[in-house]
């Protein structure tokens, strides 16, 4: 299994990044985008399931971060609009076989992570 993360930079805060993910060698029943910033513990940012679609925030990002996905291509995107300096971390996508407990840091496999820089 591998996941190609990209889309990450330097952004101004209040403005928007879109991080695309997409994974080969398996489908899985949840895709997610994970985070990490420095000196911190990876966090949950949100999750959406293949089947159905639905979706899942964490509190700090809710109303401004949008995530979806395209079956067909085996990709999951992560829209982030209204950035904050606080919004800076290395992203990671990540994928798991259940949507069990999936507004968690548990998942099957992750990609390489894509830095995102939000300057104030």
């Known amino acids: 299994v591998q996941l190609q993360a990209s889309g990450g930079g330097l952004v101004q805060a209040g403005g928007s990044l879109r991080l695309s993910c997409v994974a080969s060698?398996?489908?899985?029943?949840?895709y997610g985008w994970l985070r990490q910033a420095p000196g911190k513990e990876r966090e949950f940012v949100a999750a959406?399931?293949?089947?159905?679609?639905?979706?899942y925030y964490a509190d700090p990002v809710k109303g401004r971060f949008s995530i979806s996905r395209d079956n067909a291509k085996n990709a999951v995107y992560l829209q982030m609009n209204s950035l904050k300096p606080e919004d800076t971390a290395v992203y990671y996508c990540?994928?798991?076989?259940?949507?069990?407990?999936?507004?968690?840091?548990?998942?099957?496999?992750w990609g390489q992570g894509t830095q995102v820089t939000v300057s104030s």
């Open positions: 990540a994928v798991k076989f259940t949507s069990f407990n999936i507004e968690s840091t548990l998942w099957n496999y």
């Open positions: 060698g398996g489908t899985f029943s949840s």
């Open positions: 959406i399931r293949r089947s159905g679609g639905s979706t």
